[in-house]
């Protein structure tokens, strides 16, 4: 085992991977399954009153979660730290464009087997924030325009993509789009405002 | 205690609800608490190991979680079964709008002590879809378009409100809104397309 896979298992990453596998797994079971829900609820609360008993001052963990300049890594679509967050992890391409691939299971469905579409606006405006960062200007969301083409399957690997078109001023503009197996699901247009957001110290 | 409350205890909800104490305890936490963090991974992949092996087939669980006509009760916004949803939770008016109060903490959180503009738009697509079934004719979302006018605060009661504003033909328009303190902070309009869809039978 390298000491990077150590780390990760023993930091909060794991408990939130872990954590995650839960949620999957709750939703998965419903009310038909066999499992020992009060149990479960037991177990799960005796997490929480356990880590409650150690939270840092909510001060302190908003300094530490927003320190340096750069990606955090808390937030509820990339946020290794965060379950909610599937985590998407990117990549940059030599256009200037990002990239991530997901997967999305149950807690994420919206139609029936498809992708939530509030889901697919959190993951590409998030998305398109990142690849603001990416290309050296970033802003506040203003506007923010999804076409919805086709549904976006559960399940079966997703692409999520953006790329910085413009910065006109203070006006950054912005698009992405989420594909499944080379056709486009979703697309987004995003209007950013940029201006510089102070970060707890 | 009485008998509901005694149901929401012992059945998959409570079981969510502690899952969602696991999630902000753990965003709380991030890598600055003194908890046990690999402890806390084995506990909950422990948990995840014995959801799993008490998990109904999916197929199974696609047609329950389908079941009936009305609102169903998974999905990552309003569902009382998905640790992901806060979950909303909705009021039909007089004048055909809903409403729902929410306040959301750190695992929602985009700006430093603000929403994520992503999970505002999650939360808005959503209400809107339940708007539409409230009015009576509900679609697939073919575009949304949020507008950003405020930062949206964590920590603070918000109002979640979409109303039904036109049927024409197969395109439904409904617009909503978040507020903070009687001021808006995000906006939505939405087209959507009225088409059957087939539940999982």
Chains 1, 2 share one sequence.
């Not at 909060?12 to 872990?18: I, K, L, W, Y």
């Not at 949620?23 to 020992?36: E, F, K, N, P, T």
Request: aromatic share 4%.
């Amino acid at each position: 085992m390298t000491m990077d896979l150590q780390t990760e298992r023993c930091g909060v990453d794991g408990a939130a991977a872990a954590a995650r596998r839960v949620i999957d797994a709750l939703v998965r079971a419903g009310d038909i399954s066999g499992a020992d829900m009060a149990g479960i609820a037991d177990r799960l609360n005796a997490v929480a009153d356990d880590l409650e008993a150690q939270a840092p001052p909510l001060r302190d963990r908003l300094v530490n979660m927003w320190r340096g300049d750069g990606n955090t890594r808390h937030d509820p679509a990339a946020g290794p730290e965060n379950p909610i967050a599937p985590p998407l992890a990117y990549t940059g391409r030599p256009d200037g464009s990002i990239e991530s691939d997901v997967t999305l299971g149950l807690p994420y469905q919206g139609p029936p087997s498809s992708v939530h579409g509030g889901v697919s606006a959190l993951l590409l405006d998030h998305t398109l924030g990142v690849a603001n960062g990416w290309a050296g200007t970033s802003g506040m969301t203003a506007e923010l325009t999804l076409r919805y083409h086709h549904p976006t399957p559960l399940f079966e690997p997703l692409t999520v993509t953006a790329r910085q078109v413009s910065v006109d001023g203070r006006k950054i503009r912005t698009t992405g789009a989420i594909a499944a197996a080379g056709r486009t699901c979703v697309t987004a247009e995003g209007l950013f405002i940029a201006k510089p957001l102070p970060r707890p110290r």
